[in-house]
Every structure is written in C-alpha cells, then in structure tokens.
C-alpha cells in the first residue's frame, strides 16, 4: 500500500506532539494485541486448547478459572504491576458486593453501595483526572502545580464501569450473583477487558453457570473465526491504511501549517473511517473471541454510519457505553420524565460526562456537549411538523458526527479551531498559500488542441503543489488521488456491506457440517493472508487509551 503522506516530510509519530500519539505510544511495545504473533501464535492457540482439552473432564470452575488465569496472563503481560491493581480492584468490590448482600437493613446496604460507587470513582478520577484538574486550576487562578504523573492502569474506565453494575444489580436483587472466580473472570475476560463491550452482569455471568460451559459448540466456534478474521482484516486493510491520511492532515495542522478545505476535509473524513473500522474491528474479534470460549457477548458495534439521525446513531455507536451512562446516569438524573428543561439539561449532562469519560481534556467534553446538543435537537425536531428526507437525514447525520470528530482527534482547544478554520475555508478551499485557481488558468491560452492536452498535462503536475501551497509535482498527485479513493472506497464499504453478526447468523447462511468445515478452512485462509498483508507493522487500536 503506496504512503498516502499530505508531503514530502510527514512528521513522523514520534516526533509530533499530538496527545493521540502519545496516550498510543504509551502502550507498551510488548502489549499483547489482538494481531501480535505473540497473540495469534502463542497466547490464544495455548489458551484455547487447554481449555478445550479440559473442557468435557473438569468441572466448570476449573475452566472459569484457566480463563481467568489466561486473561489475567493477558493483562499484566506489558505492565505487571496493573494487574495488582486489577486484582485489588476485583476483591475490593467483591467484598463490597458480599456486605451489601449480607446486609438486612436496606440503609446500611445502600451506605455500602454508595461507598463502593464512590471509592470505584474516585481511584477512576484520581488516575484519570487529576493531571487535567491541576492543569485547569492553575490556570484558572494563575498557579504554579506541577501535574502528578500516573500512568494509567490499562482498561481502568472500562473494569470500573463493569463493576458499578454488579454493585448496583446486587443491590436491586439482594443476592450474590456470582462466585467470586465467576465474578473475576466477569471482569477480567481478556476479550472485552480492554476496549469493552461494557458487560453486564446478566449478560455474562449465566453463561457462566451453565452445564455446559467449557464445550463451546461447533457452531460458536465457527462464527468466532469468522467474527475474528473479518475484524482483523477491517483493522489491518481499513483503519491502519486510513491512518496515515488522517496522521498527515492534523499533524500539518497542529504545526501552524495551512491546510487547504480539500485537505482538511479529506483528512477529517479520513479519520472519521479510520476510527469508525478500528472500533467495529476491535469489537468484531472481541465477540469472535468469545465464541471461541463458548461466551456470547453484547454486540457493541451496529453500523453507526448507517444512522439516519443522531439518535439513531447512539443506538449503533458504542452500545454498551451508551447503555450504561442511560441506565446509571441519566435514569437516575431523572431521564425524560422531569419536565421539558431538565429532561433536556440532563441528556447534554450526560453525554458531556460521557465525553469526559473518553480523555481528560477540554476536547473531549465539547465532544460530548457537542453530541449531547445534538441528540436535544434531534429530540425536539421528532415534535416538528417538517419531516427530511431519508437521504438527506442521514447526511445531516453523518455529516455532523463526523464534524464532532475534530473535537475528539485534536489535542487541544486551539487545535480545534484551526482546524475548523481549514475545513470552512480560511486557508482556501482549493489552495493554500500559493497561487489562487483562478490566476493559474487565466495563464493558460492554448491555440490547438496540442497545446490544451499540454497544458492539462502541465496543470495535473502543477495542482497538487496547490493543496499544501508547495510544488511537489505529480508524484504528490498521485498520492492525494489515491488517498481520496481510499477515503471513498472505505466510505462505500461502510455504505454498502451488512454488519457482520448478522450477516453471518442470518437463516439463510445455514449450512449443513461439510459446508461449515469448508468455511472454517476458508476463513483460516483469510485469516493468512491477512496476516501477510501486514498485520505485525499494525498499530494498537484506539480506544485502548481509555
């Protein structure tokens, strides 16, 4: 795949000071990702035939409890010393699970149930937070702090979230759900621990308790190869191949460079793709894991991009995350059963706390308010007596999700509006700082038609120099063309191709057992190929830093 560079001299990763950059490089070079070798070849082939072997002539808690040794394996594999506070984590809230159980006066369970919500955030808070909150104070009051430095527990807002839930549904039920290795493993299985889905309780754990768990049925373990090799391919020929666009058009920006409208766009859309296939791929090998082990996760990821409104778009993007902050948050804050200005009020709250969630930066909660305005509109046009098209409604949709992504990708305020000011213009639409489109042609006087295949010829080479204001010639002009193509291409498999899942589990793709071998030994060839394509350069996925 050709480098499809903005110029000559891209800024390389480690050079640019861009907060994306750092919170991915922050991930230790040794981190078990999903496409390591040291994960395909070693790790998951290890994990899952033991667990196979074991699985018909152990108990159930023996296998639970291999998993759990496997994920935790997973997790401290970079950075040992997270797992201590993974595993203090889980007994901290065990514990806290077990005293509100065993409590008959329901005031007493509900101070426990508050104390555990609260110590859960405020370690959340603390590792998460308390740099932005130092930065914010001293400069609001003119103060000179020094910003403590932690480095953040892997998975830390995703483990926390999960076990809010299992303190809250212990309260409600008045019962322990789980052993404590099932409630372990609840948390720490290494397939959704890192990026999600956000698992509740009931989602997971009865699955546990089953039987037959630890035979995971032909069919599961059919789909789970699918499941991981379609994610693999989208995350390795999708997300990372779009990088570099995205990589160039922010880095250039963020350096005080001018971008072009044509640039910033292309780079915005760019990255709007790239996290858009990188997120449904995680997610699509996370639920192919799963299966392998006979877990059935929730769907995360359910073509968002296909959302014919903003609303819609929260029904599809991030399910589990959307779902928690509804149940645990916006629920509680009164929902939309208390009165028009705080219904309204507490949905922006909401999904500006989510933003927060996602980064400590100011970025991230425009992001959120960003949406959550959004979704208030979005909920008081449904009372309007206009009606949009279905086209132009999922245009209006896409197109302002994608805008809200600048808010996400820059690092900083100041960022951000720059590049807005590229993406409307202020630098030129088509030009930056060179020679306006208009001077150029009025040069061009061609006296025959020689001439005007000359000239088309000269302007082809000459164009590209316009997009960074730098004459380059035709080889930066074939690499703006192939960018844009990609960026198109991807646009129309987003467009085009049926989510996955229920692709692959629609009635009409039974088979009987010689054709599900053959699709067996067909994704394993996939799955080669796709690992020749590149997968050991591939970059960790991005929502690993939160």
Same mark, same amino acid.
């Given at each position: 795949? &050709?480098?499809?560079?903005?110029?000559?001299?891209? &800024? +390389?990763?480690?050079?640019?000071?861009?907060?994306?950059?750092k919170r991915l490089t922050r991930i230790s070079p040794s981190s078990m990702l999903f496409f390591s070798p040291l994960f395909?070849?070693?790790?998951?082939?290890?994990?899952?035939? *033991?667990?196979?072997?074991?699985?018909?002539?152990?108990?159930?808690?023996?296998?639970? +409890?291999?998993?759990? *040794? +496997?994920?935790?394996v997973f997790y401290a594999w970079a950075y040992p010393v997270h797992l201590l506070w993974l595993m203090g984590s889980v007994a901290a809230n065990y514990f806290c699970s077990v005293a509100i159980e065993r409590t008959s006066q329901s005031h007493v369970a509900k101070r426990y149930l508050v104390a555990g919500i609260t110590a859960n955030l405020l370690i959340l808070g603390g590792f998460k937070y308390s740099g932005f909150a130092t930065e914010s104070v001293a400069t609001l009051f003119g103060l000179s702090l020094t910003p403590p430095s932690f480095l953040l527990p892997l998975a830390i807002s995703f483990f926390t979230f999960q076990q809010i839930s299992y303190l809250v549904i212990t309260y409600r039920e008045k019962r322990l759900i789980a052993k404590p290795h099932e409630y372990a493993?609840?948390?720490?299985?290494f397939p959704q621990l890192i990026a999600g889905p956000i698992v509740q309780p009931d989602e997971m754990i009865p699955q546990l308790q089953t039987k037959r768990f630890g035979r995971p049925s032909l069919d599961d373990i059919?789909?789970?190869?699918?499941?991981?090799?379609?994610?693999?391919?989208?995350?390795?020929?999708?997300?990372?191949?779009?990088?570099?666009?995205?990589?160039?058009?922010?880095?250039?920006?963020?350096?005080?460079?001018?971008?072009?409208a044509f640039s910033a766009w292309l780079g915005l859309l760019a990255f709007s793709l790239q996290i858009y296939f990188d997120f449904s791929a995680y997610s699509e090998m996370a639920l192919g894991l799963g299966r392998f082990f006979g877990i059935r996760l929730p769907e995360n990821f359910a073509s968002p991009y296909r959302a014919i409104?903003?609303?819609?778009?929260?029904?599809?993007?991030?399910?589990?995350?959307?779902?928690?902050?509804?149940?645990?948050?916006?629920i509680p804050l009164g929902g939309s059963r208390s009165g028009f200005f705080r219904k309204y009020s507490?949905?922006?709250?909401?999904?500006?706390?989510?933003?927060?969630?996602?980064?400590?930066n100011y970025t991230f909660l425009l992001w959120g308010f960003a949406h959550g305005t959004l979704l208030a509109i979005n909920h008081l046009w449904k009372n309007s007596p206009i009606k949009l098209q279905t086209e132009l409604s999922w245009a209006l949709t896409f197109l302002s999700v994608t805008l809200c992504w600048t808010f996400f990708r820059t690092d900083n305020l100041n960022e951000s509006i720059r590049y807005f000011q590229a993406l409307f213009g202020e630098f030129g639409w088509i030009t930056a700082d060179g020679l306006p489109l208009s001077e150029f042609l009025k040069t061009l006087e061609p006296v025959d038609?020689?001439?005007? *295949?000359?000239?088309?010829?000269?302007?082809?080479?000459?164009?590209?120099?316009l997009i960074n204001g730098v004459h380059v010639g035709h080889f930066i002009f074939s690499e703006i063309m192939l960018s844009s193509l990609q960026v198109l291409a991807a646009l129309s498999l987003v467009l085009c191709f049926p989510r996955p899942l229920s692709w692959l589990t629609h009635p009409l793709n039974e088979a009987p057992v010689f054709?599900?071998?053959?699709?067996?030994?067909?994704?394993?060839?996939?799955?080669?190929?796709?690992?020749?394509?590149?997968?050991?350069?591939?970059?960790?996925?991005?929502?690993?830093?939160?």
């Open positions: 795949m &050709p480098d499809t560079s903005f110029s000559e001299q891209e &800024p +390389c990763l480690d050079q640019t000071n861009h907060s994306l950059f395909l070849f070693a790790f998951l082939p290890i994990a899952w035939i *033991v667990f196979m072997a074991i699985g018909s002539r152990v108990p159930a808690w023996v296998s639970i +409890c291999w998993l759990l *040794v +496997c994920s935790w493993l609840y948390v720490s299985f059919g789909l789970g190869i699918s499941l991981f090799t379609i994610g693999l391919g989208k995350k390795i020929l999708l997300a990372d191949n779009l990088a570099p666009i995205a990589d160039s058009a922010f880095a250039l920006s963020a350096q005080g460079e001018s971008l072009s409104n903003i609303i819609d778009f929260w029904r599809r993007w991030h399910v589990t995350l959307s779902t928690f902050f509804k149940k645990f948050l916006y507490n949905l922006i709250l909401t999904m500006t706390i989510a933003g927060l969630w996602h980064g400590a038609s020689w001439k005007t *295949v000359h000239y088309a010829i000269h302007f082809l080479e000459w164009y590209p120099g054709k599900k071998r053959a699709a067996f030994l067909t994704a394993i060839i996939i799955f080669i190929v796709i690992i020749q394509s590149g997968t050991f350069q591939a970059s960790p996925f991005i929502y690993f830093r939160f």
